[in-house]
């Protein structure tokens, strides 16, 4: 009895000790939340990300302090919006590993924003505003947070699904936003286009990589409102963001949680989407219940 009783221990349950994880745009913002996550519970983690002085940084200041003894970062440097990059990335990573347990595509970028107010604009001036987009800017944020997405499950699926045991199948964690979600443009058109495309991209990739001889899960989390660089615009000299909400922050966002994300709350989520062998091309949004305020 007791021993059947084991099985729903929470070290059961989320047991991650030994496992291999690779998460890209690792050293910051939710990218650093997940790692952590991973690495605090027994896993190697290596973090990939353009700028080798933030990996290290963030390696250097929570690699050191884990909570399981076997947990570790690696920063590894690398540009997700180039092949030739994302291949030495798997080579790096190969050269020390036999198999990844979970990809994390988290590498992203927002561009700019659209000067979009609901009101009685005329079509000529609402014309204007979307003619005044920067195709560059458009090209490159499609190129990070799609085309990047796409190549780097590519590349690493042989290493994925050699992860494949007893019942244990690779992961891939695609983080999308609610911004791929809801209606609204949110002021920044190319952004949630290309976040709504992270999504189909997750629902695709589910279904390929299911075929016969593959074994790797595909899901995604469309986060809301978390502090990262994105949100905050900079991190401090420990690699974090900080939203200081005044107490009306919830009502003024429309978020029913009252509150940004924190933490905690990404580090269950892709925690639950890695362990979780009966989750296939799933969508969880984390978002304190923006989307109810915001379809």
């Keep these: 009895m007791n021993s059947e009783n084991a099985k729903f221990s929470l070290k059961n349950l989320f047991d991650v000790e030994g496992w291999v994880c690779v998460v890209t745009g690792g050293s910051t913002g939710i990218g650093l939340m997940i790692a952590q996550a991973f690495a605090n519970n027994g896993a190697r983690v290596y973090i990939a990300?353009?700028?080798?002085?933030?990996?290290?940084?963030?390696?250097?200041?929570?690699?050191?302090?884990?909570?399981?003894?076997?947990?570790?970062?690696?920063?590894?440097?690398?540009?997700?919006?180039?092949?030739?990059?994302?291949?030495?990335?798997?080579?790096?990573?190969?050269?020390?590993e036999q198999r990844v347990?979970?990809?994390?595509?988290?590498?992203?970028?927002?561009i700019g924003s659209s000067e979009i107010e609901q009101g009685d604009e005329s079509a000529a001036a609402l014309k204007e505003v979307l003619w005044n987009e920067s195709l560059e800017d458009w090209e490159q944020v499609y190129r990070t947070n799609v085309i990047g997405y796409f190549f780097t499950a590519a590349a690493f699926l042989p290493l994925l699904n050699a992860a494949a045991r007893?019942?244990?199948?690779?992961?891939?964690?695609?983080?999308?936003?609610?911004?791929?979600?809801?209606?609204?443009?949110?002021?920044?058109?190319?952004?949630?286009?290309?976040?709504?495309?992270?999504?189909?991209?997750?629902?695709?990739?589910?279904?390929?990589?299911?075929?016969?001889?593959?074994?790797?899960?595909?899901?995604s989390i469309a986060p809301g409102i978390f502090p990262s660089e994105m949100t905050t615009e900079d991190s401090d000299e420990a690699n974090k963001s900080r939203i200081d909400a005044a107490p009306d922050y919830g009502q003024k966002k429309g978020i029913p949680a009252g509150r940004a994300g924190s933490d905690e709350d990404m580090a269950q989520t892709a925690l639950f989407l890695a362990c979780n062998e009966y989750a296939y091309g799933q969508t969880v949004a984390v978002e304190g219940g923006y989307l109810l305020e915001h379809p």
């Design 49 to 96: 990300g353009r700028r080798q002085d933030t990996l290290n940084s963030a390696a250097e200041r929570w690699g050191k302090a884990l909570t399981h003894p076997q947990g570790q970062i690696v920063p590894i440097s690398a540009d997700c919006t180039d092949k030739a990059s994302i291949e030495q990335l798997v080579r790096a990573v190969a050269a020390k």
């Design 166 to 219: 007893d019942g244990h199948t690779g992961a891939v964690i695609n983080i999308s936003s609610m911004s791929g979600i809801t209606r609204t443009t949110q002021h920044h058109f190319k952004y949630n286009v290309s976040k709504a495309a992270a999504i189909h991209l997750s629902t695709l990739l589910a279904q390929e990589f299911r075929r016969p001889g593959v074994r790797v899960r595909v899901n």
């Design 101 to 110: 347990d979970v990809l994390v595509n988290n590498a992203g970028v927002g």
